[in-house]
């Protein structure tokens, strides 16, 4: 739908906006005036039925289920730091949330949160299903990251975890410094 066809149709259902609110719409669904037309996938990432979304429906899901950031990158088998998703592995993420979930929603759900490299962001994808804003601060992620490569990759873990269990005297889960 081009910039026209998009001003008639909003004309056509005698949508209460001005030209200059026309073409703001226009822009901001089609990329903020990147392409010079809406396709069908940027309207239906906008345009849904909240019952139809496929946003809402992840983030429903969620909800129902009661889960943080944390508990979705457990169920989704991914880290905060991991490397941004193709539509592949983004499909994959999705479906551990929701195996009911259809090729359609999910294109959908993509093209929505995709960024120029056609890749989501961790950080991006779980701020739209949580609804919260994600702490991004680098420093964390890297020493998360360096941590879990030192003891889960290098086969540490069980030393670890037999550490944790000689220094908590009381078995109750807590570590005096």
Known sequence: ???????????INQVPLAAPEIDFLFDLLSGRGKLREIGYDQWGGYIYDDVQNPLQLIRETIQAENMNADDVLFQIKLKIWDEPLDYRRFG????????SFSESQLKVLFSKLKNADDKVDIQVFLSNVTGAKEDTVDYRNKMFKRLYNEVYLNGKSQ?????????????DGKISP
């Open 159 to 171: 030393a670890l975890l037999r550490l944790l269990e000689q220094n908590d005297k009381k078995s």
């Open 1 to 11: 739908m081009t910039r026209v066809d998009f001003h008639k149709a909003i004309i």
């Open 92 to 99: 994959q993420a999705i479906r551990l949330l929701d195996s």
